[in-house]
């Protein structure tokens, strides 16, 4: 018990209490601005300048020159890009430099110290613009470091995961391109107190090339300096205030995506489904239970592929992507296959019902059209429509009739007229052999699909 006082006043002799700060031991020899590393391991110089005038509320070279910050970036991942909240998640190493005179002392040696001394000392308020959600990593301690250097240099490091927003373009998708930026910037020093700069330009980011994305690849990468200039409202003059420029330092980089998946999962299946539609151009008309359930069938299955489609992508519906506008064109082909044969089908229909003999109210339509032109009829067969048409003062001949002297009424002459412009405009759009239309299809709609699947991928892939 003896021995155990004994060794406490002995401590107490080399480290007086009043000299005790942070838990780092400073002897009375070694204080002053500059002094040395006493001992072994026994004491830190410098830091007795925490507790002598050393202020961690002032920035170092406080109302002179700004405090230069270099910075550089160890990307461990980015993964979870989702278009639906369009953000991304990042997990990064940041490394501040700056150099605070007040903690330069004499030698050429650093010291790595705990991180816990950061509550003592002025640290740059950095921030990164657009995060979501952002948290310091602490397994098994808190994931920071903290090395002083001779001429009162500081390195701050600490591993962070954040969530950044990022304004997507999906016009696009799924073959986009997008453009994401990481942005480190100020809050409250504006650039008079403070100057951020990249340690050594794009190698000042690090990791980048080793990245794999599940569903992207990165195309490439940069750094670059900016100012942002922030403004608040002045309820006085109902204007704007500026309150000062900031330094900013973005990381840009470019994620194109990997459309192999969706041609796989979306645009092959889609293909086949149109593919699958034409097989009813080879199936005769008369077979109305097997050109109609094919018709259905893909009809349904592309409905339900759509809907699965754009499922994924609920919160983004609003944007016409690529794939709706292919899924868009899939779906006209096939439904263009079915109602392709409902015409077909009732252009045979009613060929086969004029084949019919007409009685009645049809056969006496035929014969009141057969008295409509009555030229052709004086002309053609003038002997059998004596008894039908009476004619007042004209000396009909076969060899020359003279339509002019023909008496009609006003509106019976019109009539005329109407009936023969409707049924040649009727002929026209008449399909004369129905057979044809399965004929033409089996060569324009693989035809005009091919054509448009040309134009497609030509605009979205080099557009």
């Not at 006043?9 to 480290?15: H, I, K, N, T």
């Not at 005179?101 to 040696?109: E, V």
């Not at 640290?123 to 001429?151: E, M, Q, W």
């Not at 340690?199 to 490439?220: H, K, Q, T, Y």
Request: proline fraction near 3%; charged fraction near 20%; hydrophobic fraction near 40%.
């Amino acid at each position: 018990m003896l021995n155990k006082l004994e060794a406490a006043a002995a401590a107490d002799q080399v480290c007086p209490a009043q000299h005790v700060r942070v838990g780092v031991c400073v002897p009375r020899s070694s204080l002053g601005h500059g002094s040395s590393l006493q001992g072994r391991g026994t004491s830190l110089p410098g830091l007795e300048n925490l507790t002598t005038g050393y202020n961690k509320y002032l920035r170092p070279n406080f109302g002179g020159e700004p405090v230069q910050i270099a910075m550089s970036l160890d990307v461990a991942s980015i993964s979870s890009i989702s278009e639906s909240d369009m953000d991304y998640t990042a997990t990064i190493s940041l490394q501040q430099r700056w150099t605070d005179p007040r903690l330069a002392f004499h030698g050429n040696r650093s010291f790595t110290l705990d991180a816990r001394l950061l509550e003592l000392l002025w640290v740059p308020d950095t921030y990164i613009v657009g995060s979501k959600s952002s948290f310091l990593h602490d397994v098994t301690v808190g994931n920071r470091l903290l090395r002083l250097f001779a001429n009162g240099t500081v390195l701050y490091a600490s591993r962070i995961t954040t969530t950044v927003a990022c304004n997507m373009d999906l016009s696009k998708y799924p073959m986009d391109t997008q453009t994401c930026r990481l942005q480190l910037e100020s809050w409250g020093y504006d650039e008079r107190d403070v100057t951020f700069s990249w340690l050594g330009g794009n190698s000042s980011v690090r990791g980048m090339d080793e990245l794999r994305l599940a569903r992207f690849r990165l195309e490439r990468y940069h750094t670059l300096l900016a100012r942002s200039r922030q403004d608040t409202g002045n309820p006085a003059h109902l204007g704007r205030r500026y309150t000062g420029s900031y330094p900013r330092l973005i990381l840009q980089f470019e994620l194109r995506r990997n459309v192999l998946y969706f041609i796989l999962e979306t645009y092959v299946p889609s293909t086949l489904l149109v593919m699958l539609s034409w097989v009813s151009f080879w199936i005769t008309l008369d077979s109305v239970p097997a050109r109609t359930c094919i018709g259905v069938t893909t009809v349904l299955s592309m409905t339900t592929l759509m809907i699965g489609s754009r499922s994924s992508l609920s919160k983004t519906n609003c944007f016409i992507k690529a794939i709706d506008v292919y899924l868009g064109i899939c779906f006209s082909f096939i439904f263009g296959a079915l109602v392709e044969y409902a015409v077909a089908h009732y252009s045979s229909s009613q060929k086969c019902a004029a084949k019919v003999p007409q009685e009645g109210p049809a056969k006496e339509l035929t014969e009141e059209m057969e008295e409509v032109n009555i030229t052709n009829i004086l002309n053609n067969s003038i002997t059998s429509y004596k008894q039908k048409i009476s004619f007042t003062s004209i000396e009909i001949s076969s060899d020359n009739v003279n339509c002019s002297d023909l008496t009609m009424k006003s509106h019976e002459k019109i009539k005329c007229v109407l009936r023969n412009k409707m049924h040649r405009i009727i002929g026209y759009f008449t399909i004369q052999n129905p057979g044809n239309v399965d004929h033409y299809s089996k060569l324009l709609f693989p035809l005009f699909f091919m054509v448009i699947n040309v134009f497609y991928w030509a605009y979205y892939l080099y557009f």
